[in-house]
């Protein structure tokens, strides 16, 4: 998925059909991936990491207003990735 495409999803997401956070938007992506890599997780190139990455930046740019933890189902999402490619790796 291309960084165009991401925004896109996360856009639809979001709710948000106007232009005028995209530059805010594409940095929380980018935040997200980074964050995502630090948890122990790698991009494999499938449309389920970008999904991960899209749905981590919805959470950040929610709980901006809420203050909200993670979501438990972005938790699990995220720890069973993580599984999933430790045992590949081994």
Do not use: C, F
Not at 16 to 38: F, G, H, K, P, W
Not at 60 to 89: C, F, I, V
């Amino acid at each position: 998925m291309t960084a165009t495409e991401r925004l896109a999803a996360l856009k639809i997401d979001l709710g948000i059909v106007a232009t005028a956070y995209d530059d805010r938007l594409a940095a929380y992506i980018s935040t997200a991936e980074q964050e995502v890599n630090r948890e122990g997780v790698s991009s494999d190139g499938t449309a389920a990491y970008d999904n991960l990455i899209i749905q981590y930046a919805a959470w950040m740019w929610r709980r901006r207003d809420s203050g909200e933890g993670m979501p438990r189902m972005l938790r699990y999402w995220l720890h069973n990735y993580k599984l999933d490619q430790l045992t590949a790796d081994a």
